[in-house]
């Protein structure tokens, strides 16, 4: 069987914060920001449930569907709005959504994670999964810590999968967890982010590349055929090491952290829509789509462009 993406939304507050903007505050640079990340600038602001229906919404309108069409809401959030109720909830009300609505969280990698979810939703019988990945991390941020300050952001992006008897876009997943690492990165109820940023760095090269090789290991392709990869927006210095690492030239890599910086399981999504904006998505085309996150949690997959 096969699984579409059909269409694809984003939303992002309207906010620009920049380095020298967290300059002013914290005993930081935007020089050092931008050597040692590659971040210019974050976007700040809304809350999970509006910037993720603001997504989603865009992502229906896209695949040329109605609310009603929609089978199944899966939302993933690493800084739901509440404990409970699932932030699904919400998201499904603002959209107008009838169908079944839950949270998915695996950190960074929780869009991937989702979209496998929902590859799973279609196998058994839905025809049409609504994938969010949406945002708040900046509620969750100590501003006066400049480790997680200069890194975390807001935003939200979603695609609808589509269930398709002849052309399937999914070729290959590779995910996992070690929850052994869990302490590297955290926050705790009312608490903040924090993290061994120098660890997870070294570890996030790590499986990222792993699972990567086992995604395209499995989808029978080498990187030499890939177009793109579109991976998590976390730091410009992983991405750089695992496209080495994967004998993939910076030119194929999306990178929009730049511009948005990190914002977790929305930033996939958001790198997606970078890339289609910029004539860079075209069908036939293999890409790989990879993440990681706390927990550590990865999950790495490639796709082939239907349309
Ligand atoms: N400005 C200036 N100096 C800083 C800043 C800052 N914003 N942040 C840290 N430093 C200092 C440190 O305090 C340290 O100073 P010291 O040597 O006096 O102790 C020095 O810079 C070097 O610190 P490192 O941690 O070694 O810096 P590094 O080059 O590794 O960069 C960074 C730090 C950007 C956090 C990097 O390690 C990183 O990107 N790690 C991975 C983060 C990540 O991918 N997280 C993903 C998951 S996020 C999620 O799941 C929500």
Same mark, same amino acid.
């Given at each position: 069987?096969? #699984?579409?993406?059909?269409?694809?939304?984003?939303?992002?507050?309207?906010?620009?914060?920049?380095?020298?903007?967290?300059?002013?505050?914290?005993?930081?640079?935007?020089?050092?920001?931008?050597?040692?990340?590659?971040?210019?600038?974050?976007?700040?602001?809304?809350? =999970?449930?509006?910037?993720? #229906?603001?997504?989603?919404?865009?992502?229906?309108?896209?695949?040329?569907? &109605?609310?009603?069409?929609?089978?199944?809401?899966?939302?993933?959030?690493?800084?739901?709005?509440?404990?409970?109720?699932?932030?699904?909830?919400?998201?499904?009300?603002?959209?107008?959504?009838?169908?079944? #609505?839950?949270?998915?969280?695996? #950190? $960074?990698?929780?869009?991937?994670?989702?979209?496998?979810?929902?590859?799973?939703?279609?196998?058994?019988?839905?025809?049409?999964?609504?994938?969010?990945?949406?945002?708040?991390?900046?509620? !969750?941020?100590?501003?006066?810590?400049?480790?997680?300050?200069?890194?975390?952001?807001?935003?939200? /992006?979603?695609?609808?999968?589509?269930?398709?008897?002849?052309?399937?876009?999914?070729?290959?997943?590779?995910?996992? =967890?070690?929850?052994?690492?869990?302490?590297?990165?955290? $926050?705790?109820?009312?608490?903040?982010?924090?993290?061994?940023?120098?660890? =997870?760095?070294?570890?996030? @090269?790590?499986?990222?590349?792993?699972?990567?090789?086992?995604?395209?290991?499995?989808?029978?392709?080498?990187?030499?055929?890939?177009?793109?990869?579109?991976?998590?927006?976390? &730091?410009?210095?992983?991405?750089?090491? @695992?496209?080495?690492?994967?004998?993939?030239?910076?030119?194929?890599?999306?990178?929009?952290?730049?511009?948005?910086?990190?914002?977790?399981?929305?930033?996939?999504?958001?790198? !997606?829509?970078?890339?289609?904006?910029?004539?860079?998505?075209?069908?036939?085309?293999?890409?790989?789509?990879? /993440?990681?996150?706390? /927990?550590?949690?990865?999950?790495?997959?490639?796709?082939?462009?239907?349309?």
């Amino acid at each position: 069987m096969g #699984a579409r993406f059909t269409g694809w939304g984003i939303a992002l507050p309207d906010r620009i914060v920049t380095n020298d903007e967290l300059s002013k505050t914290l005993s930081t640079s935007d020089a050092w920001i931008q050597e040692r990340t590659g971040i210019k600038e974050r976007r700040i602001g809304g809350t =999970v449930t509006s910037l993720g #229906a603001i997504a989603g919404r865009a992502a229906i309108d896209d695949a040329g569907v &109605n609310a009603s069409d929609i089978d199944f809401l899966v939302l993933a959030t690493s800084a739901a709005d509440r404990i409970t109720p699932a932030t699904s909830a919400m998201v499904a009300h603002e959209i107008g959504l009838s169908c079944p #609505a839950m949270d998915v969280n695996a #950190a $960074c990698s929780g869009f991937m994670y989702a979209v496998r979810t929902a590859q799973g939703l279609l196998e058994t019988g839905n025809k049409r999964v609504l994938v969010v990945g949406s945002e708040h991390l900046s509620r !969750f941020v100590d501003w006066n810590d400049r480790n997680m300050a200069v890194l975390l952001a807001d935003g939200a /992006g979603a695609t609808v999968l589509e269930y398709d008897p002849t052309e399937n876009d999914i070729l290959s997943f590779s995910l996992g =967890v070690e929850g052994a690492d869990a302490e590297l990165l955290t $926050c705790e109820h009312e608490g903040y982010f924090r993290m061994d940023g120098a660890e =997870v760095f070294r570890r996030a @090269v790590r499986v990222v590349v792993e699972s990567s090789e086992k995604a395209m290991a499995m989808a029978g392709i080498t990187s030499d055929e890939l177009s793109l990869i579109i991976p998590h927006q976390a &730091n410009i210095r992983i991405i750089q090491a @695992v496209c080495q690492r994967l004998n993939i030239e910076m030119d194929r890599a999306v990178v929009s952290l730049d511009r948005y910086g990190n914002t977790s399981s929305a930033s996939i999504p958001l790198a !997606f829509d970078d890339a289609r904006k910029n004539d860079r998505i075209h069908k036939g085309d293999y890409a790989l789509l990879t /993440g990681f996150g706390a /927990g550590m949690t990865w999950a790495s997959a490639v796709v082939q462009w239907s349309k």
